[in-house]
């Protein structure tokens, strides 16, 4: 078994000596988008050396093979051949006939302009640190200096390290900070403001229509607002927010001391999708504290070469995804409406959801590695994602926290609360038993019974037992009255293809499945996706000719009603003083 890593606690200025461990990155192959990596090391004759490739990435919980980009590795010893042998898929290892100082050296193929990933040309590179740095076993712990050298091609560099002695050099106090510090070099729109006291940078790759004031105002009210919930408590030296902007993607990821997150390079002038934007950049930061300090125990140490199991990834990520849009409301970017539409929209995406009836919580959490992040064609049908359903609970534990402890704690308590007791005082992850003997000390109330229903188990989440205190009013707008295909399709090359058929929907119980192409439904040749007009109606029997894998069938598919729920959440127009003080205690 590979050894597992330390957690990282604080950073430490950079000495002016020598490191145990050099990595040397040169770019000369950058147009055929490729990166040299040479790591030195000394080492005692007959002495074995292993460099590994991290399989993983800390934030992204699926295995991707880093080390499949890697070519051309070899080792030398005051300029003399050693023999290198690859072990396994992601480890290389050597013999030193002497002792000396021991280079090896591997280039890299890194043309994925990802948050969780790599990529090199002539303008411009950005190196995610897993994909990019394998590590010395044995010497993870030791301080490390990387060095580009002083013949670097781009003008920038931008990382959340200090400096070393050297131009275009930088210290990491171990492997562990080098993985979780990703680099970016180039010509970069930057602009810089202060949270806590701590310097923050917008390092902006790519072209956009942003304006940079702009910008840095409002992730100013963000960071200013979640770094105050930790009573400006800020972990950091440093941070860097790192935004790639693309013609298309999205998604982030969190780091120790920055992020990494996309943006669509010309919707900064789209209202809507910039604050979608904004909640993205809210959740990456909050995972500042909650995940990169405030974290289940099984995340971190970490062991890079397998997957690291947790049944609390609804805490890493449903208790952010909760606060990001919380916060953009107590900011004031969100208004109130929007703020419950964002709660009726994860509402519907999770009723909406089969697999909701056959998945519990922490199962999700559990096998992330092989369900969220590789999903397939039933997956809808049989899986839930811990993100949203993890969001619910969390909204749902953070309004029961608020009711029984009469407005004097909130979710936020408990936060605070693990911050404090795990990460600063006993300098580790919490568990399961934890974390719930944490939000009944904050409730003041024995809330365990609760935490069993929603987190291990598939029984339905009682919202309207909650929404009623609040003199909210959660309603299903749906109209049963209209008739159901159950299933979706999509036009693709001239071709209607079934794309999800639902398990309890007509299409199943008429033997439709997943790719199978329609050809013409009650004698009409389809032009477009399946779109029941008003004409029919539930109960209908509507006629199907499809093909299979080339063969051709007919079957009929009797219509069903709406099977889809439309929840709607809003302020009842007659609230009491009480219902009203909670709302008040909840939003703001």
């Not at 950073?11 to 988008?33: C, G, I």
């Not at 009573?231 to 902007?245: A, E, G, V």
């Not at 993890?390 to 926290?401: C, S």
Request: aromatic share 12%; hydrophobic share 35%.
């Amino acid at each position: 078994m590979k050894r597992l890593f330390p957690t990282i606690l604080v950073l430490m200025s950079a000495p002016l000596l020598s490191k145990a461990v050099t990595y040397h990155v040169n770019f000369e192959e950058r147009n055929q988008h490729y990166v040299a990596v040479t790591i030195e090391r000394t080492v005692k004759k007959n002495e074995t050396a292993k460099f590994s490739m991290p399989v993983w990435t800390p934030g992204s919980y699926k295995i991707r093979e880093f080390s499949q980009y890697v070519v051309d590795s070899k080792a030398e010893i005051d300029g003399q051949t050693v023999a290198l042998e690859q072990t396994d898929k992601n480890t290389w290892e050597c013999t030193s006939p002497v002792k000396g100082m021991l280079r090896f050296t591997y280039r890299v193929f890194a043309f994925d302009l990802g948050v969780r990933t790599s990529y090199v040309d002539q303008y411009m590179a950005f190196l995610h640190g897993v994909s990019i740095f394998m590590y010395p076993e044995g010497l993870q712990d030791e301080e490390i200096l990387i060095d580009f050298g002083n013949n670097l091609p781009y003008k920038q560099i931008e990382v959340a390290l200090p400096t070393g002695a050297s131009q275009n050099s930088f210290v990491a106090e171990n492997y562990d900070l080098l993985a979780d510090s990703p680099f970016a070099l180039g010509t970069f729109d930057t602009i810089s403001y202060q949270t806590g006291g701590v310097d923050h940078k917008i390092v902006m790759i790519g072209k956009g229509n942003y304006d940079l004031n702009t910008v840095r105002d409002d992730f100013k009210k963000i960071t200013d607002a979640e770094a105050g919930m930790f009573k400006f408590d800020h972990p950091s030296d440093q941070y860097i927010h790192f935004i790639q902007n693309v013609e298309s993607g999205g998604g982030g990821l969190e780091h120790l001391n920055c992020h990494t997150s996309q943006m669509d390079r010309w919707s900064y002038t789209d209202e809507a999708r910039y604050k979608k934007f904004l909640g993205l950049v809210a959740h990456e930061y909050f995972h500042l504290w909650n995940v990169k300090r405030i974290r289940a125990k099984e995340l971190g140490p970490f062991d890079y070469d397998k997957e690291n199991y947790t049944t609390l990834l609804w805490v890493a990520e449903g208790i952010t995804s909760y606060f990001d849009d919380l916060i953009l409301k107590r900011v004031g970017i969100h208004n109130e409406q929007e703020y419950l539409d964002v709660i009726a929209y994860n509402i519907n995406r999770f009723e909406n959801t089969p697999g909701k009836s056959v998945m519990d919580l922490s199962t999700s959490s559990k096998l992330a590695w092989v369900k969220a992040y590789i999903p397939h064609d039933d997956s809808k049908n049989t899986s839930i994602s811990y993100y949203n359903k993890g969001m619910l609970v969390a909204w749902m534990l953070d309004l029961t926290i608020i009711q029984k402890s009469d407005e004097k704690k909130k979710l936020d308590d408990v936060l605070n609360l693990l911050y404090e007791e795990y990460y600063l005082n006993k300098q580790r992850g919490f568990t399961y038993s934890e974390f719930v003997d944490a939000c009944n000390e904050v409730a003041g109330t024995n809330l365990t019974s609760l935490f069993e229903s929603w987190i291990n188990t598939t029984n339905p989440l009682d919202y309207d037992g909650l929404t009623s205190k609040y003199g909210l009013v959660l309603e299903n707008t749906s109209d049963k009255s209209t008739a159901d295909f159950g299933a979706e399709t999509k036009y693709d090359n001239g071709k209607c293809v079934v794309t999800y058929v639902h398990p309890d929907g007509a299409a199943l119980k008429a033997g439709l499945s997943v790719n199978d192409e329609i050809i013409s439904l009650n004698s009409r040749r389809l032009s477009g996706t399946v779109s029941l007009s008003s004409e029919f109606k539930p109960g209908d029997a509507v006629e199907i000719i499809y093909s299979r894998d080339g063969m051709i069938f007919n079957t009929t598919v009797v219509l069903t009603g709406n099977l889809e729920f439309n929840y709607t959440l809003k302020p009842n127009s007659d609230v009491t003083d009480l219902q009203g003080s909670l709302m008040r205690s909840w939003l703001d």
